[in-house]
């Protein structure tokens, strides 16, 4: 890695960079990331920064996967062989101002054709569910608008889900990723010794013996991952809410839920793996993976994100620390 010409901060359990993401990762060895998952900048929609660096300062959809082909490049060569990259995105509303005319783009398509032409298979995919009232409310969109129905359904539409699409580098795995789920991530499913004791209940009134409870633990949060739609995840689970920034600090726009990351993060690496998020932003994606006891690698182009994702990857660094300690 270049030492002196950025900011850094590597530590055993992390390392993170105030740098470009494309020029950090053509320093990283071949085959040597375990997974990676983040939010990639949402071409145009957000402009995050000035710096013609900023893959969101783009004028178009055209320049931005432009720039987005060099790293999607390079997670293809640093992934180990049968290895996973996930994002997080959405399909992204058009404006009569900027497109001419008010729809949908098929942003999330663009992405998965982008890393498609870069050899990737297309894994899997899953949508996760987002209040429409809650968007109607921070948008104000058109086609989410109650008066529009009344007034002409036919611009009415239905709200734009989150996705989080999961790419596959070719390859056998060298590692088996194992074991089963020993706990549910998110809403609505109760996978205690107590809930167990019903469904035994339940299985033997039937005249059936039940799973043993590790298989009927882990069986259960599995049939709720392996769901294409996440219904599940809470919104408000995100390492914004949780820092309980100040209001005159800067608040990232677009910050991942450490639901979704965990989720990724717990069916496609092993404790100890490394994880890397070329958009680290203020450090979710390491911030979850160092508390399931992953190693993380981050790149973080604005200063004042990098700064924040220091502060709570080191906070993470305790919290397991003292984990291990109650």
Not at 48 to 54: E, F, G, L, M, V
Not at 137 to 162: E, Y
Request: aromatic share 12%; charged share 20%.
């Amino acid at each position: 890695m270049p030492a002196n010409t950025i900011e850094q901060v590597i530590e055993p359990e992390f390392a993170i960079y105030n740098a470009d993401c494309v020029e950090i990762t053509r320093y990283m060895p071949d085959n040597s990331v375990h997974y990676s998952i983040f939010s990639p900048p949402f071409a145009s929609l957000y402009t995050y920064s000035n710096s013609d660096r900023d893959m969101g300062n783009c004028s178009s959809d055209t320049e931005f996967f432009g720039h987005f082909h060099f790293l999607i490049r390079e997670l293809y060569r640093v992934i180990m062989p049968g290895r996973l990259v996930s994002f997080h995105c959405m399909n992204l509303p058009t404006s009569k101002a900027h497109h001419g005319y008010i729809g949908i783009r098929d942003f999330r398509g663009d992405l998965i054709r982008a890393f498609e032409a870069e050899g990737w298979i297309y894994h899997s995919e899953v949508c996760i569910w987002k209040d429409p009232v809650i968007a109607q409310q921070r948008t104000k969109a058109l086609g989410l608008l109650h008066k529009q129905i009344v007034k002409d359904s036919a611009m009415s539409r239905q709200g734009i889900p989150d996705y989080l699409i999961t790419m596959r580098k070719p390859g056998v795995n060298p590692e088996a990723i194992t074991g089963e789920f020993e706990e549910f991530i998110g809403e609505g499913l109760d996978v205690s010794c107590a809930a167990y004791d019903q469904h035994v209940a339940k299985v033997r009134a039937n005249g059936r013996e039940p799973w043993p409870f590790k298989m009927w633990r882990s069986v259960s949060v599995w049939q709720k991952y392996a769901s294409p739609v996440w219904m599940d995840i809470n919104p408000n689970n995100t390492l914004q809410y949780r820092s309980a920034r100040e209001e005159k600090d800067e608040k990232h726009i677009c910050p991942l839920q450490l639901d979704v990351i965990a989720r990724g993060v717990e069916l496609w690496s092993n404790p100890g793996d490394i994880v890397f998020s070329p958009f680290a932003g203020i450090g979710s994606e390491g911030y979850q993976s160092i508390k399931m006891g992953r190693q993380f690698v981050g790149v973080e182009l604005k200063n004042i994100y990098y700064k924040s994702a220091v502060s709570n990857l080191r906070i993470a660094v305790q919290e397991s620390f003292d984990d291990l300690l109650a």
